[in-house]
């Protein structure tokens, strides 16, 4: 397949709405408290008797300082303490949801994100990990994909030694931008040695695969700082970049309201960013996976896609379709069976449950027949750019054309625009479609018009 993109500077201007990003379908803000535990204990049971590898994802809220742009789930505290009950109670999280899953389920799939889990110690981390083998099948032979996300101010040679030996094969690295005046004005200040370094240690410990996430759109960015970060990070060639659009919504996030409006770039200039970016990477020879994420053609998310096999969970894109995903930790988002769920968002609500030996889930929701279908449809879009409709016909006994007369007759526009061909057997996203690819998304969206607010833009 081919995995080119062409910026259409004219078409982004005009497709340029916020809407979700679709890590999931229906999004997280179909969660609703109806769903509890004894509906998830319902969905294990079906998943169990359904069998099949298991994917694990841990949060570790905690930071030791704010970047003031973020917008993940983190609990900021200088008080390493903090991380003790914390750490004893995923502990009896793990073990209480291990005993759930049959364990003979192999864990293809283990990721550790944040926050920032190396705000843990090596002792703790150990603890961590030991506890999860314990109770459930992890691989001991390196063959699992296991990644870790790392802030390099919070990490040196022998940090990343001792994730190597503790199973992990894969790591992302926060870096956002190196500009100084960015620095400043977002609150972080990191170096470009201690980022190389960690990636060079990483490298020499043989992680497998190396990421680095970047920021467009923070305050103070030019397109040439931007260029500058850009070009210093290249010269070091990790496998992927996950390059993030800025999402700047003060009203949800408080510590957004640290940055100064007036130091935002422009729309125009984001979109300049985002054209030098695209051109960089694709002159570097990194091809573009779909929203924010770039990889060696070698990577095995680049792979993965051409052959036919990528997926996109709550973790972005993988190459684990066919795994549950078990969420462990406060604010973790799960996906058993046909069902999402997550854990409670509140520190003192997880400890809660957890003390009186309850599942800390408190909100989830069942996929009906016609999710699941939509999810089938924007997975395969977003993840393949392409889709076929005898498949979707054959795997939901539907007739697509009848089924989603609406939604073609807006992909016909979207054709008109130049966005995608469209013919009796499929969908095919152009290339200059691809980076509008959440728009194409959107059209096969249900909840989508009574939410629209509250996403961030697309570019
Ligand atoms: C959990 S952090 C990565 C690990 C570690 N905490 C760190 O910052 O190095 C996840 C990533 O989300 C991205 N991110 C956070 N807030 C964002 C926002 N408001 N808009 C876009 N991306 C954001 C950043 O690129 C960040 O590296
Ligand atoms: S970007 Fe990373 S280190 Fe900074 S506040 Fe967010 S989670 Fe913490």
Redesign the pocket.
Known sequence: MDQSIVFDLDLIKRYDKSGPRYTSYPTALELHEGFGEAEYLRHIQKSNAAGGPLSLYFHIPF?DTV?F????N?IVTKNRAHAVPYLDNLCKEIEMQGKLFDNSRPVNQLHW????PTFLNYQQMKRLMETTREHFNLHDDDSGEYSI????RETNDLTIAQLRELGFNRI???L?DFDPDVQKAVNRLQSKEQTFAVLEAARKEGFRSTNI???YGLPLQTVNSFADTLDQVLAYAPDRF?I?????MPSR?KT?RQINDADLPTSAVKLEILQMVGQKLTDAGYVYIGMDHFAKPDDELAVAQREGKLYRNFQGYSTHSDCDLVGLGVTSIGRVGDAYMQNYKELDEYDAAISQGKLPVFRGVDLDQDDKLRRAVITQLICHFELTFSKIETEFAINFAEYFAPELENLRLMKADGLLDLNADGIQVSTAGRLLIRNICMVFDKYLAQKQQQFSKVI
């Open positions: 930071c970047c742009y973020c917008a993940c983190k994100g944040g926050g920032t996300e790392v802030d390099p992302s690295l926060g956002q996430d970047l920021i996950s993030f659009n800025y999402a700047h996030f957004q």
